[in-house]
């Protein structure tokens, strides 16, 4: 097979694996002086020549919620699991299409630094909340790739900033979207995750966000997710749960990784303020 038809192989492959979920390629030169130190960096192939990005996108529509005390991204089971399904079950399709090229599959435990690998990609802009944001889906994707030792035509080469209204930067609880650069322990997504104890400022702002996990706030705010359609992917609306009880099974979650101290203290917290604002009223 010459390679323009391996090309048209392995992009027949992809939308059949993939349906209706977005991807796009990106040269690896772009991304290799960016990786991120982990231990998946070993598996990426000798010889990489480019990263197919996929954006798998999960609001499920307002209803969803209404009543939640998580993020978003939480309320469906797992998506390490249920999208890394997915991604992997397409690199093995391309494996057996394909013989003797390399595709290694990924999904945020990765090397690559995955906002800016989808924008070179051509999925989407990327916001000043750091975010890619897609042109159907807003920023409510995850993203994960297949980097691959075969040349497929790249699409965009440079990354497009986002509208730059600068509402996530007003907007955020922490206010860390205003610093000068991006001190990730000062977000309030990060700082749910503290295993460490929260002071008494980290405690205020989670009590007031209502979310025991997670922050959504630059993408609630951001008007490029205004008109943000729902997910095509089933299975995240099949294991949605948008409110976690104090003691409940902490397994197959987006927050399992952390076992379930830290989540049961936020939930505390949370109600705690509750019980606190009863007796006031
Ligand atoms: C560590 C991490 C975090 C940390 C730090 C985030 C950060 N911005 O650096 C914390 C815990 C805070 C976090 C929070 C969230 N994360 Co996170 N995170 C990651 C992870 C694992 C690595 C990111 C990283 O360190 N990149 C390395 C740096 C050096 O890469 P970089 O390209 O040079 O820099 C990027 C960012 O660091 C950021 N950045 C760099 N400089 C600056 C400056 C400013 C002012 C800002 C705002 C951002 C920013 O934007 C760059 C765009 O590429 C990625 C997965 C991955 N492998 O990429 C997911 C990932 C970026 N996270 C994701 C998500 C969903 C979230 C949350 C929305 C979850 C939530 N609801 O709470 C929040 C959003 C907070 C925010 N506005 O960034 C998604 C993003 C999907 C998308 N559409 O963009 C990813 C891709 C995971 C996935 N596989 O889907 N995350």
């Known amino acids: 097979m010459d390679e323009k038809s391996i090309e048209n192989r392995i992009t027949e492959k992809l939308r059949e ?6 991807f796009g390629v990106c040269s690896y030169a772009l991304i290799k002086d960016r990786l991120i130190d982990c231990r998946a960096k070993a598996r990426i192939p000798a010889g ?17 919620y209404e009543h939640s005390n998580i993020s978003m991204y939480a ?7 249920i999208a890394g ?10 494996r057996e299409a394909v013989p003797g090229y390399r595709f290694e599959p990924f999904i945020d435990n990765s090397p690559v630094p995955e906002v800016f690998a989808a924008s070179c990609a051509g999925l989407g802009v990327i916001g ?15 993203l994960g790739e297949i980097i691959t030792d075969f040349p497929l035509t790249p699409g965009r080469d440079a990354p497009a900033p986002c509208i730059d209204c600068g509402e996530c930067a007003r907007q955020c609880p922490s206010g860390v979207l205003r610093g000068e650069c991006f001190e ?15 002071d008494e400022d980290e405690k205020e702002m989670l009590v007031d966000s209502g979310c025991a996990w997670g922050c959504d706030v630059c993408q609630k705010v951001c008007p490029m997710n205004e008109n943000a359609a729902v997910s095509p992917i ?24 952390r076992g379930d101290k830290v989540i049961n203290r936020n939930i505390d917290l949370l109600n705690s303020q509750d019980r606190k604002t009863k007796r006031e009223d």
């Not at 694996?17 to 977005?22: K, S, T």
């Not at 309320?75 to 699991?81: F, L, Q």
């Not at 949605?240 to 397994?251: H, Q, T, Y």
């Open 128 to 142: 000043k909340n750091g975010l890619l944001i897609h042109e159907k889906y807003g920023s409510f994707c995850f």
């Open 17 to 22: 694996q993939l349906g209706p979920l977005p």
């Open 75 to 81: 309320v469906p089971a797992d998506y390490h699991r």
């Open 184 to 198: 990730k322990d000062k977000c309030l997504s990060d700082i749910s995750q503290k295993k460490s104890d929260l």
């Open 48 to 64: 990489a020549l480019r990263v197919i990005s996929v954006a798998f996108p999960y609001y499920l529509g307002k209803a969803y």
């Open 234 to 257: 089933r299975e995240f609306y099949e294991t949605a749960r948008p409110v976690f009880r104090a003691g409940d099974s902490v397994e197959g979650r987006a927050f399992a990784w």
């Open 85 to 94: 399904d997915i991604i992997r079950g397409a690199a093995e399709a391309l």
